[in-house]
């Protein structure tokens, strides 16, 4: 992919005493804004894409009210080595969450229940 750009660039734009106003410009007349990049090389490896490999995890935790009405929900989301490592990420944040403190109402706040999701990526 890069050496594909490299073709097909007519000029980095450079601002010497502004470098966040860095652009790269392609001879299709598109402009991309390459922040701290001082090489074209720099400029065409940020504006690629990454190709993401691996197992992707979402762990969403919820808690219910009595009549089973989510009230709380959150989701935790990214690449993990292995399902062990998410399931211990699960666990960890489960812990965290506190339960069984008392509401205004004099109801005792439920345990957060949790969810996992996998997806092969790559």
């Known amino acids: 992919m890069a ?7 007519t000029c980095l734009e450079r601002h010497a ?23 074209i090389a720099q400029a065409i490896k940020r504006i690629s894409p990454k ?8 762990v969403t935790f919820e808690r219910k009210d ?3 009405n989510v009230t ?21 944040k489960q ?10 109402d004099g109801s005792e706040l439920p345990r957060a229940e949790y969810r996992i999701r996998f997806v092969l990526k790559g």
Do not use: D, M, W
């Not at 965290?96 to 205004?104: E, K, M, Y």
């Open 66 to 68: 009595s009549r089973g």
């Open 17 to 39: 005493y502004a470098p966040e106003l860095n652009r790269l410009h392609l001879k299709s007349g598109a402009s991309f804004p390459v922040p701290h990049c001082t090489t």
């Open 3 to 9: 050496t594909a750009l490299n073709s097909k660039v």
């Open 95 to 104: 812990a965290t969450t506190h339960a069984g403190g008392r509401l205004f």
């Open 72 to 92: 709380f929900s959150k989701v935790y989301s990214g690449f993990v080595n292995s399902r062990l490592q998410a399931l211990a990420f699960a666990r960890e």
């Open 51 to 58: 190709a993401a490999r691996g197992i992707y995890a979402q």
